[in-house]
Protein backbone atom coordinates (compact mmCIF):
# COMPACT_ATOMS: atom_id res chain seq x y z
CA UNK A 1 0.00 0.00 0.00
CA UNK A 2 0.76 4.10 -0.57
CA UNK A 3 2.35 5.54 2.77
CA UNK A 4 2.32 9.31 2.84
CA UNK A 5 5.01 12.08 3.72
CA UNK A 6 3.81 15.40 4.81
CA UNK A 7 6.02 18.41 4.62
CA UNK A 8 4.26 19.25 7.29
CA UNK A 9 5.68 16.99 9.79
CA UNK A 10 8.93 16.13 7.81
CA UNK A 11 11.20 17.21 4.80
CA UNK A 12 13.54 14.49 4.51
CA UNK A 13 12.81 10.63 4.43
CA UNK A 14 14.95 8.19 3.20
CA UNK A 15 13.17 5.73 1.06
CA UNK A 16 13.56 1.48 0.94
CA UNK A 17 12.95 -0.55 -1.89
CA UNK A 18 9.21 -1.07 -2.63
CA UNK A 19 7.62 2.39 -1.09
CA UNK A 20 5.18 3.85 -2.68
CA UNK A 21 4.58 7.44 -1.01
CA UNK A 22 1.70 9.89 -1.63
CA UNK A 23 4.14 13.42 -1.21
CA UNK A 24 2.64 16.65 0.36
CA UNK A 25 4.65 19.53 -0.44
CA UNK A 26 2.09 21.77 0.78
CA UNK A 27 4.20 23.61 3.91
CA UNK A 28 7.89 23.12 2.07
CA UNK A 29 9.89 21.15 -0.24
CA UNK A 30 11.18 17.25 0.80
CA UNK A 31 14.02 15.86 -0.09
CA UNK A 32 13.57 11.73 -0.71
CA UNK A 33 17.06 9.75 -0.28
CA UNK A 34 16.85 6.66 -2.41
CA UNK A 35 18.23 3.56 -0.87
CA UNK A 36 22.31 3.00 -0.35
CA UNK A 37 21.87 -0.41 -1.39
CA UNK A 38 20.02 -1.34 -4.96
CA UNK A 39 19.24 -4.18 -6.57
CA UNK A 40 18.34 -4.80 -10.19
CA UNK A 41 14.43 -4.36 -10.31
CA UNK A 42 14.13 -2.48 -6.92
CA UNK A 43 11.09 -0.02 -7.70
CA UNK A 44 10.36 3.57 -5.96
CA UNK A 45 7.03 5.03 -6.56
CA UNK A 46 6.17 9.06 -5.56
CA UNK A 47 3.15 10.96 -6.23
CA UNK A 48 2.29 14.87 -5.53
CA UNK A 49 -0.71 13.92 -3.56
CA UNK A 50 -1.34 17.52 -3.45
CA UNK A 51 -0.23 19.16 -6.49
CA UNK A 52 2.21 21.48 -5.24
CA UNK A 53 5.61 20.53 -6.43
CA UNK A 54 5.63 23.50 -8.39
CA UNK A 55 5.77 25.66 -5.56
CA UNK A 56 7.60 23.12 -3.23
CA UNK A 57 9.73 20.61 -5.17
CA UNK A 58 10.24 17.04 -4.45
CA UNK A 59 14.11 16.63 -4.61
CA UNK A 60 15.34 13.13 -5.25
CA UNK A 61 18.81 12.42 -3.31
CA UNK A 62 20.21 9.86 -5.58
CA UNK A 63 22.77 8.67 -2.76
CA UNK A 64 25.49 7.77 -4.52
CA UNK A 65 23.28 5.97 -7.83
CA UNK A 66 22.95 7.35 -10.93
CA UNK A 67 19.92 8.72 -11.82
CA UNK A 68 19.54 7.66 -15.04
CA UNK A 69 22.68 7.29 -15.73
CA UNK A 70 23.16 10.91 -14.62
CA UNK A 71 25.45 11.89 -11.35
CA UNK A 72 23.15 14.35 -10.07
CA UNK A 73 19.28 14.87 -7.92
CA UNK A 74 16.70 14.54 -9.65
CA UNK A 75 14.04 17.40 -8.43
CA UNK A 76 10.23 17.51 -9.53
CA UNK A 77 8.71 20.49 -10.14
CA UNK A 78 5.84 19.60 -11.74
CA UNK A 79 2.16 20.41 -10.35
CA UNK A 80 0.76 16.32 -9.99
CA UNK A 81 3.54 14.53 -11.15
CA UNK A 82 4.11 10.62 -10.37
CA UNK A 83 6.82 8.37 -11.12
CA UNK A 84 7.91 5.18 -10.69
CA UNK A 85 11.87 4.65 -10.72
CA UNK A 86 13.01 1.37 -11.02
CA UNK A 87 16.74 0.26 -10.73
CA UNK A 88 18.56 -1.36 -13.77
CA UNK A 89 22.66 -1.49 -12.71
CA UNK A 90 25.44 0.27 -11.65
CA UNK A 91 25.97 2.40 -14.81
CA UNK A 92 22.35 3.54 -15.21
CA UNK A 93 21.05 3.55 -11.99
CA UNK A 94 17.69 4.52 -11.10
CA UNK A 95 15.63 4.84 -14.64
CA UNK A 96 12.26 6.10 -15.18
CA UNK A 97 9.55 3.10 -15.56
CA UNK A 98 6.59 5.71 -15.49
CA UNK A 99 6.34 9.37 -15.85
CA UNK A 100 3.81 11.33 -15.87
CA UNK A 101 5.79 15.05 -16.23
Known sequence: ???????????TYIAVA???????????GITITLPTSAA???????VDARGTFNSNNLT???NGHNINGS??????ST??????????DSTR???????TA
Request: aromatic share 8%; hydrophobic share 35%.
Open 18 to 28: GDQLLTNTTTA
Open 40 to 46: TGDELTI
Open 79 to 88: NGQAITLVYV
Open 71 to 76: GSNLVL
Open 60 to 62: INR
Open 1 to 11: GYGTVNSASVT
Open 93 to 99: GWAFKTN
